[in-house]
């Protein structure tokens, strides 16, 4: 797999259900952030976590990491139609001289019924 | 809140012309992004630039791209003279420094070549 591939590659639930993405990178990281892009329109940053971090919470996001499985998870819950959008992992890999240049996933389409 | 602004918001040209794509990141920034999104596909790395010069670049990042802070809040992504592959949406991003990882992205310009 791609560094940054997120799966699945497309999910769609009912609002307030909850919305589960897995990302899944191949090299050693300095961190893994995670964006949201709505149709057509500009990346937003949701939240970043550490490679020495295990989870972290934002509002409604909770994201995990887990460096020994490359991988990380992001759980929205209690879904809103407003959340419909595509979500992309990013990897900030780790090598001497890096200036922090992100490697981005496929990303997760969500589509959130009302 | 600052954010990343990007001009113009699309851009249509015929193949072989120049374009210059504008960003202006946020105030007190020090690295600099540009990034690429062809329609459908994921995010790509083009460049990165700090303190005056490029860190960092892409394969694809070729002699037909330059960048440039012509002064102390402008940051261009010229195009010497575009192909009909480089039709895609642009992104510049912008990070504070060292100790803060979080890339802020602007909304995008769409460059559609003809």
């Known amino acids: 797999s791609q560094q940054g591939e997120e799966d699945p590659q497309a999910l769609s639930i009912q609002e307030g259900e909850n919305a589960t993405m897995n990302c899944s990178y191949k090299?050693?990281?300095?961190?893994l952030q995670w964006y949201r892009q709505n149709s057509g329109r500009g990346l937003v940053h949701l939240i970043l976590?550490?490679?020495?971090?295990r989870e972290k919470h934002s509002g409604r996001l909770r994201v995990t990491l887990d460096t020994s499985k490359k991988s990380s998870s992001l759980l929205i819950t209690a879904s809103r139609a407003a959340d419909t959008a595509s979500y992309f992992c990013?990897?900030?890999?780790?090598?001497?001289?890096?200036?922090?240049?992100?490697?981005f996933g496929k990303g997760t389409k969500l589509s959130v019924k009302p | 809140e600052p954010e990343v602004t990007q001009t113009p918001s699309h851009q249509v040209t015929q193949m072989g012309q120049e374009v210059i794509l504008r960003c202006v990141p946020i105030?007190?920034?020090?690295?600099f992004y540009w990034y690429r999104q062809i329609l459908g596909q994921k995010v790509e790395f083009l460049v990165s630039?700090?303190?005056?010069?490029?860190?960092?670049k892409s394969e694809i990042f070729d002699d037909q791209f330059s960048v440039e802070r012509p002064d102390g809040s402008n940051f261009t992504l010229k195009i010497r003279s575009t192909k009909l592959e480089d039709s895609a949406m642009y992104f510049c991003?912008?990070?504070?420094?060292?100790?803060?990882?979080?890339?802020?992205f602007g909304p995008g310009t769409r460059l559609t070549v003809l």
């Open positions: 976590i550490r490679s020495n971090e």
């Open positions: 991003a912008s990070r504070p420094g060292l100790g803060t990882d979080t890339q802020y």
């Open positions: 990013a990897t900030d890999v780790f090598y001497g001289g890096s200036q922090g240049n992100l490697i």
């Open positions: 090299t050693s990281i300095n961190n």
């Open positions: 630039f700090y303190n005056n010069e490029i860190s960092e």
């Open positions: 105030s007190n920034h020090l690295y």
